[in-house]
């Protein structure tokens, strides 16, 4: 039992490399798993051997350190949200292997568990000065790297079998070759592996909603307040956005401009205070009737169209000098002068299906890296970036002219008005409509507002400038109800409340131009309010916004002729129904605390932005694989010359083999004496036997075998100073085997005969 105590604590042969070839299956780096199990288990197949002592170990773990927070700072900087910490908890495993090979490979079988604290070391030094015998604790982390690995590889695929199944059969293998450690009962066996799946189960589940926590649209996507497939958005995750300081993008422009709205997402369908998009039917006219003529695109149906997606297209694309990707919303903008446009670079986080934040005159884009896909855009004028390479871009936008790039009018659509918040009541029995007379929907109020029959820009200020000017109050405090199916929310804004933030302005203003017969479309992105010292807009989640885009002109007919000139029809144009006082009215005062996160946010984008450049990566690529094989060759050279060579076997071994000890060296001069050991007959009984040839042998070889016992037996192990001290001992009694004039004469005869 003692025996295989020792056993416990050193895993046994394959299972640390199969742990690893299972980290890099589910992690998606089976070379890298592949080369960790090879340098891991080829303790086995080597005597190679290094004595480490105390300096040695504590050198690996500080280099296991080192890697670590390297692998941290470049996942951190590759990321772009708080799932970083996961994506650098995936490398624990490689970054641990210094400490992990330098225990395989070390001449002592354990090391001391003060490795892991300096103030532990500090401790043990002044003990020592001070004249004190200590002895450090020694451990063997064998299992524990095997639970590192473990959880490294749940950081990713914690939700499939896959991971599941792996992890059964390594945690079935450890069970097997540990089972005559504790030689646990079968109902004990059972309680722990069912509580072992169901802590399993229950961690995993945790880390899952974790994970789906910190890697939703709420943290990923510069919008923040979309879905992620762009196709809805609801009343109040703007507001829930608005809480953050952080910057989510940096636009430099020039020359400076006043403050401007940049778009990110256009909806057009209203219901239950929540705003969706809803693909816009094809028109007649040039190009087959689209708004947009798309190369290489077949006609669709807006029947056809996957509602949740929407209906994206891609841009018209091509290679620049530099070897970037450009995007234009018409193939004639590739040969227009770009000098003769506005320039303005955008910075920012970026995801798959990111929203871009982009001026509504927006005719070009420059400066992409992706690497499957591009810049799409629906009907509505949302424009999102398809697999970027990294998760920060830079890019230009060209900006200037009149821009079609959004549908014509649908009076499906774009007037469309839910009959809840028209005219506010309820269903009856018979499933009719029944208005409620004592509250005011978007009909009573257009009417009060003397909104029908008025142009689009009358419309307009009527709206802002008589009543939500000086009627309404902007506040991002509202009263507790919260709009549901059976509670308007815009009604109670206009006509209860008269208070709340720019999702139910925009929202309101929407509604009350389509009831006056006028086009309109709610939008969110984000409104520029604040220039740093280098000129560039800063976009942060307090920017958030939300405001209209109104259709100025006449509602087109289904049927277009072909040669129409569209632009003849009218034009969408912003409107921002809340008033200019908002950023002021939020409170959104600046701390010094914020200056320095800003600092350090532009720091980390711009460093990101300038590594993964093109003309960048193959120089810092270059640099990178200098200094890594200089340190390669430096270990290299460090351990070999350094190297010693072990004796019999280096492998660990199977359940049930004998670990080897400096006793076992007199295997060779003993079998000579007394023959190979009978089967059932004890080592320790065996080589006592000796004892009868050299009876002045009796003092050494009963300490050595004190020794031998504690080796093997003891969980502590022998400390450095008492493997020297044995193996000095077993070296004296070797020496006095071999002399051949202190052999007994029956000790000849013996040897003799044999």
């Known amino acids: 039992m003692k025996d295989n105590l020792r056993h416990f604590h050193e895993p046994p042969r394959i299972l640390e490399g199969g742990a690893l070839l299972f980290w890099g299956g589910v992690t998606g780096h089976p070379v890298i798993g592949l080369l960790c199990a090879l340098l891991v288990e080829a303790r086995s197949w080597t005597d190679l051997r290094w004595k480490f002592g105390e300096r040695g170990f504590v050198r690996a773990w500080y280099l296991s350190i080192g890697m670590g927070l390297v692998a941290s700072v470049w ?24 400490v992990i090979l330098a225990q395989n490979y070390a001449t002592e079988s354990s090391m001391p568990l003060n490795t892991f604290s300096v103030v532990a070391r500090r401790k043990m030094l002044i003990d020592r000065k001070a004249g004190r015998d200590v002895r450090p ?38 069970l097997f070759f540990a089972s005559s450690v504790s030689r646990l009962r079968p109902t004990r066996t059972v309680i722990a592996l069912f509580l072992v799946f169901i802590f399993g189960a229950g961690g995993s589940v945790g880390l899952k909603a974790l994970w789906l926590r910190l890697d939703s649209p709420y943290s990923r996507m510069g919008g923040g307040f979309t879905s992620g497939d762009l196709s809805q958005t609801a009343i109040g995750k703007l507001g829930t956005l608005k809480q953050s300081k952080g910057i989510r993008w940096r636009v430099q422009e020039a020359p400076a401009e006043e403050p401007r709205l940049f778009r990110e997402a256009v909806y057009n369908h209203y219901s239950d205070a929540q705003w969706w998009h809803r693909p816009v039917p094809e028109r007649g006219g040039d190009g087959g009737g689209r708004w947009m003529e798309f190369r290489g695109k077949s006609k669709q149906e807006s029947s056809e169209v996957d509602k949740r997606e929407g209906d994206y297209e891609p841009l018209w694309d091509r290679v620049s000098e530099d070897g970037l990707l450009e995007f234009a919303f018409d193939e004639k903008e590739f040969a227009r002068d770009p000098d003769k446009r506005r320039r303005l670079t ?74 809840a918040e028209r005219a506010p009541g309820r269903l009856d029995t018979n499933e009719q409509w029944v208005e409620d007379p004592a509250r005011e929907g978007i009909r009573d109020v257009c009417d009060a507002w003397g909104l029908r029959g008025l142009s689009a820009g009358e419309a307009v200020q009527v709206i802002r400038d008589k009543f939500f000017s000086s009627e309404f109050i902007y506040s991002m405090f509202l009263r507790s109800e919260h709009p549901s199916q059976k509670s308007s929310a815009v009604a109670r804004f206009l006509s209860d409340t008269r208070v709340g933030h720019c999702e139910y302005y925009a929202t309101a203003a929407v509604l009350l131009l389509r009831e006056a017969g006028i086009p309109a479309r709610y939008c969110v992105g984000y409104s520029g309010q604040e220039k740093n010292d280098d000129g560039e807009w800063l976009l942060r989640g307090s920017h958030a916004h939300a405001w209209c885009r109104v259709w100025h002109g006449k509602i087109p007919p289904a049927e277009i002729p072909d040669g129409t000139d569209l632009s003849s029809y009218g034009r969408w ?34 460093a990101l932005i300038w590594r993964t450049s093109p003309g960048n990566v193959g120089k810092i690529n270059w640099v990178l694989l200098i200094a890594g094989a200089f340190m390669v060759v430096y270990l290299i050279m460090r351990l070999w010359k350094d190297r010693t060579r072990q004796d019999g076997d280096p492998g660990y071994r199977w359940k049930g083999e004998t670990r080897r000890t400096a006793l076992h060296e007199l295997i060779p001069p003993a079998e000579k004496l007394l023959g190979p050991r009978g089967d059932g007959r004890t080592f320790s009984e065996w080589i006592l036997g000796l004892l009868s040839f050299f009876p002045g042998l009796a003092p050494d070889l009963h300490r050595a075998l004190g020794f031998y016992w504690r080796a093997r037996f003891d969980p502590a192990g022998l400390s450095q100073d008492e493997t020297a001290k044995f193996e000095e001992l077993v070296e004296e009694i070797r020496r006095r085997l071999s002399t051949e004039n202190g052999l007994p004469a029956e000790a000849e005869s013996v040897i003799s005969s044999r």
């Open 75 to 98: 996942v951190w900087l590759e990321s772009a949200s708080p799932i970083f910490l996961f994506e650098a908890l995936e490398w624990v495993p490689v970054c641990l292997l210094p």
């Open 137 to 174: 604790i020694q451990v063997h982390i064998g299992y524990p790297y095997l639970c590192f690995v473990m959880v490294a590889s749940a950081m990713t695929r914690i939700d499939e079998i896959a991971f599941f199944a792996g992890a059964g059969i390594l945690m079935a293998a450890s």
């Open 346 to 419: 955008v910075k920012g986080k970026v995801d798959t299906k990111t929203p871009l934040p982009l001026p509504d005159d927006a005719q070009r884009l420059s400066g992409f890296q992706v690497t499957d896909g591009g810049v799409d855009v629906n009907s509505l004028g949302t424009v999102r970036l398809e697999n970027p390479d990294h998760g920060v871009a830079s890019f230009e936008v060209f900006v200037g002219g009149h821009p079609l790039h959004e549908a014509l009018p649908d009076q499906e659509r774009d007037l469309q008005v839910p009959l």
């Open 573 to 606: 144009k912003d409107f921002d129904a809340t008033t200019p006082r908002w950023p002021e009215l939020e409170g959104s005062g600046e701390k010094w605390s914020q200056q320095l996160v800003d600092w350090w946010h532009n720091i980390r984008e711009d």
